[in-house]
């Protein structure tokens, strides 16, 4: 187990130095923390844990490169069954006159009993998801489950529009993956490729004091492939 724990940490502190020489010098650096509470967690058009949540996060920047953490935890988990998610990424972003491109690994690590933080077995307690993505009039991303629990080698692809209604920003967007079975974004064995996220996200800042605003976010999102849909409210720290 620690030779495997090794190997998976060796890149993701090679795309850790690599991005920090390459960040350009004239930029500075920056720490980012904070935390949104959110009425449910839905990811890629999955419920995860039918409860409210807090989704704290900490991220450090230098120029383009990015590293950080991301959790979610149940705040008033359903029968017991509380989602305790814990992940760590890193990304390398760059402009370009089209827009902007960036490349990213995540380390998806759900900190529930039994999943021991480095059990990197396969399978393990661990989902690292290399990802690429384009941010433009349109915005573009691909994912794949490369290694770890619920398969593997499983495709996520994903594109959106964001456009903005007088002070509000809006997005809407379109998910799903090209795999059969595809266990990690939610379809069975049984099953072809499948969308399973169509959403709507609206976001504004309401201006609560002249020195202080509140981000707020709604999201509607239909699933597809299981004929569900959730209402989304959330607030930013």
């Known amino acids: 187990m620690k030779n495997c724990t090794h190997t998976l940490f060796v890149p993701l ?7 920090t020489c390459l960040a350009p010098p004239a930029q500075a650096q920056s720490v980012d923390l904070g935390a949104d509470v959110m009425s449910r967690y839905v990811w890629r058009g999955t419920d995860f844990g039918n409860a409210a949540a807090i989704q704290p996060s900490l991220s450090f920047s230098s120029g383009g490169f990015t590293v950080g953490a991301w959790g979610s935890f149940d705040i008033s988990p359903v029968n017991g069954s509380a989602v305790n998610e814990n992940d760590l990424y890193a990304s390398y972003a760059f402009e370009t006159s089209a827009g902007t491109f960036s490349v990213s690994v995540t380390d998806f690590y759900f900190s529930n009993p039994g999943n021991e933080f480095f059990d990197y077995g396969d399978p393990g307690a661990h989902v690292i998801e290399p990802g690429l993505s384009y941010s433009g009039p349109v915005s573009l991303s691909a994912s794949i489950n490369a290694y770890g629990r619920n398969g ?28 059969d079975g595809a266990a990690y974004y939610g379809t069975d064995a049984d099953t072809d490729a499948a969308i399973t996220k ?14 202080f605003s509140l981000p707020v976010v709604a999201s509607y999102y239909l699933n597809p492939y299981t004929e569900r849909s959730y209402f989304i409210f959330g607030i930013s720290l």
């Open 13 to 19: 502190f090679l795309l850790l130095f690599v991005g």
């Open 152 to 179: 593997e080698n499983e495709v996520w692809l994903e594109a959106s529009v964001p456009f903005s209604v007088q002070d509000v920003d809006l997005s809407l967007a379109l998910g799903g993956t090209p795999n």
């Open 198 to 211: 169509f959403s709507l996200t609206a976001s504004r800042s309401l201006k609560l004091t002249d020195s």
